[in-house]
């Protein structure tokens, strides 16, 4: 008899477990979606366009070193983007056969939530395209920040043409 009380406890203990499992390995409507197709990039809802004479640069997914992003290198949870806290950044980067970088990073908030303002430090005010953000270059590159549907969307690039070009 107290062999099956052993057996009967052990097995609630394990189910209990598998239950806080799954609970805690659901998350939030925090999530990433990317899309490249022809050269039309999309990351989460928001729309841009590749120039032809970039191509996409290979991510590293073995996430041994990293502990935070297992599987996933090019989504980072909880990120500060030039000082805007965002709880889901989602980054694609590209390399022109000159070696021209270009990065588009968009972060978003959980649950839906929107981020209402930023403005980054050092950074210009500036309007490409329609979009109004702010504008820096830094060591070589032209960053450019704006809001697009409460989602904060970041682009480098090695010219302000470039990121005209990217911008939908």
């Known amino acids: 008899m107290n062999m099956k009380k052993l057996i009967t406890i052990g097995l609630i203990l394990i189910a209990l477990s598998c239950s806080v499992a799954a609970i805690s390995a659901t998350e939030s409507?925090?999530?990433?979606?990317?899309?490249?197709?022809?050269?039309?990039l999309t990351i989460n809802g928001i729309h841009f366009k590749i120039p032809?004479?970039?191509?996409?640069?290979?991510?590293?997914?073995?996430?041994?070193?990293?502990?935070?992003?297992?599987?996933?290198?090019?989504?980072?949870?909880?990120?500060?983007i030039d000082g805007t806290v965002v709880d889901l950044a989602t980054t694609e980067e590209f390399k022109n056969g000159a070696g021209a970088q270009l990065k588009i990073e968009v972060g978003i908030k959980a649950?839906?939530?929107?981020?209402?303002?930023?403005?980054?430090?050092?950074?210009?005010?500036?309007?490409?395209?329609?979009?109004?953000?702010?504008?820096?270059?830094?060591?070589?590159?032209?960053?450019?920040?704006?809001l697009q549907d409460g989602k904060l969307v970041k682009i480098e690039a090695s010219s302000e043409d470039i990121i005209n070009q990217v911008i939908v």
């Open 111 to 146: 649950n839906d939530a929107k981020i209402e303002s930023i403005n980054p430090t050092e950074f210009t005010p500036k309007e490409i395209k329609g979009k109004t953000g702010f504008i820096k270059n830094d060591d070589g590159k032209v960053k450019f920040e704006y």
């Open 52 to 80: 032809d004479d970039y191509d996409e640069v290979e991510k590293d997914t073995d996430g041994i070193n990293d502990t935070d992003n297992f599987m996933n290198d090019d989504i980072n949870k909880t990120e500060d």
């Open 29 to 40: 409507s925090t999530s990433s979606q990317t899309t490249l197709v022809n050269n039309d």
